[in-house]
Nanobody
Framework: QVQVRESGGDSVQAGGSLRLSCSVF????????MGWFRQAPGREREGVAL???????WYADSVKGRFTISKDNAKNTLYLEMNSLKFEDTAMYYC????????????????WGQGTQVTVSA
């Protein structure tokens, strides 16, 4: 049974930084595509940052230059370094994994975590 567990969410002031982590258990495909999504109250879930099996990444325009996604294949762990946080970054952040980039990119990944809350105060 695959389990996806996020951690690192917290409450911070605008301009601050956070590092989210996502550990995947029971799914050891080092070429899996993984990514971070977020959903704010009253809004649809959106892709934030994705990374494929070759390490090629993608970022939403709203986070480019501020967020960095990385993956430690040895630990089967995904990270999201978030800097210069803004109030509008406040959301529940979800980690997702799938063998297919396009499925992940469409938000239809096979495996999802329960989310970790990021709250940024203005």
């Amino acid at each position: 049974q695959v389990q996806v567990r996020e951690s690192g969410g917290d409450s911070v002031q605008a301009g601050g930084s956070l590092r989210l982590s996502c550990s995947v258990f029971g799914y050891t495909d080092n070429r899996a595509c993984m990514g971070w999504f977020r959903q704010a109250p009253g809004r649809e879930r959106e892709g934030v940052a994705l990374i494929d099996g070759d390490g090629v990444d993608w970022y939403a325009d709203s986070v480019k230059g501020r967020f960095t996604i990385s993956k430690d294949n040895a630990k089967n762990t995904l990270y999201l370094e978030m800097n210069s946080l803004k109030f509008e970054d406040t959301a529940m952040y979800y980690c997702a994994a799938d063998s297919n980039w396009y499925t992940l990119r469409a938000g239809n990944a096979r495996y999802w975590g329960q989310g970790t809350q990021v709250t940024v105060s203005a």
